[in-house]
């Protein structure tokens, strides 16, 4: 599910006629400053990252002047939530509340419904998953017809809204139904959906996510890699999925797997297929070690490909290793691989003397594959291993040996 931040999906509500606060996005503490000054009230400056818990974390702050605004900007921008940086805040109005309200869709593949379930509880604030069962709401839509008004007006009524309340309720759930809708939503929530002390409902935030294969008729939303990830795209994540994007010979996706640039322990990792994927990753965490990033080169691949994957990996500053995680016997023609990491490792190796590679291969072509690995690499700089499908179901071997190039290669380096 590709995903918007908060400050991207209440644009969204606005389009569709649910109100939200007055508010702008800031990149820098003096533009915070300054659109606090624009809206000439007390404000909420609050983080802008793909995880919940922000207030908890210290992510959202209240300011009621412009100063008190910059402060507060100075002091979240830059910080950790949940191991996610924070690079931009929603400066907005600061809400009079009287009572919170939740209110989301989620599609539900299950035999009973195969359809989106409306949910609607008088508890907001809190994760849904945390409100007692009887305060939850339901309803099956039919994504054809929508969510009427009046079936939204019999959903509030049901769930005790007030009379006076009940027309404006009615209408953002209505209203909510629809953009899930248009956008081609794969989560919508607004939580909390809120009432001020003046009776006007707001909604205070929202959550929002968009089915991957649907982001091509979306231009609208700016959204780069059209899959889930726990962070903006770096750098790194663009050039991964551009591989994939230009070039649909088989499997060739590179993402990051943390933003930790200085700690020991990573290794560029590169698999053939998700099931080697899984072990090759296991067999890294017991030994110790960590994947710096996912790469799967799968499907029959041309050698181009494999090259351009295995190049990405190699290219990133904080590894101490190159594992090449050929876990099953591939059906694919192993000396694409055998080429690419030769030309590769060739390219790469005499910049970095003595790093550590282990490489396993396996599958069809198997041993003309091993052969081009073993004469292709020879007198390299590196420390380097190469196995075949008679390891190919012991990670442990392979987990050890890759740990122990590593430790080599440390005590060379002093570190």
Known sequence: MARLFEYQGKEFLKDAGIAIPT????????????????????????????????????????????????????????????????????VEEKLDI???????????????????V??????????????????????????????????????ASSAGIPNELLKGMAGVISKLVAVFKKRDCNILEINPLVVTKEGKVIAGDCRMSIDDSSTFRHPEMGITIPREFPWEPTDFDLVGWGIEETDLRGSGFVMKMTLDETSPGFIGFHAIGGGAAMIGMDALSRVGLKPAN???????????????????????????????????IANQEQWHHAHAIVKVLREELPKRPGFPCVLLLAGNKEEESLQILREGLEGLPGRIEIYGSE?????????NRMVALVEEYRKEKGR
């Not at 390891?391 to 987990?399: A, L, P, Q, R, T």
């Open 98 to 116: 009287e009572k919170e309200y939740y209110v989301g869709i989620i599609p539900d593949g299950s035999w009973e419904s195969t359809c989106p």
């Open 23 to 90: 508010g702008e996005v800031a990149s820098t503490a003096k533009e915070a400053s300054e659109v606090a000054a624009r809206i000439g009230k007390p404000v909420a400056v609050k983080a802008q990252v793909w995880v919940g818990g922000r207030g908890k974390a210290g992510g959202v702050k209240l300011a009621d002047t412009p100063e008190e605004a910059k402060k507060a900007a100075k002091a979240i921008l830059g910080m950790e939530i949940k191991g996610l940086p924070v690079r931009k805040v929603l």
């Open 391 to 399: 390891h190919v179901e012991d990670s442990d071997f392979i987990g």
């Open 294 to 328: 996912f790469a799967d080169t799968s499907g029959n691949p041309v050698g181009s490909k494999i090259y351009r994957v295995a190049k990405v990996v190699l290219a990133q500053p904080n590894i101490e290793g190159y594992m090449l995680a050929g876990f099953l």
């Open 118 to 155: 409306l949910m609607f509880s008088t508890e907001g604030g809190m994760e849904i998953e945390a409100v007692p069962e009887d305060k939850i709401f339901r309803a099956k839509v039919d994504y054809l017809k929508g969510f009427p008004f009046y079936d939204a007006l019999d959903m």
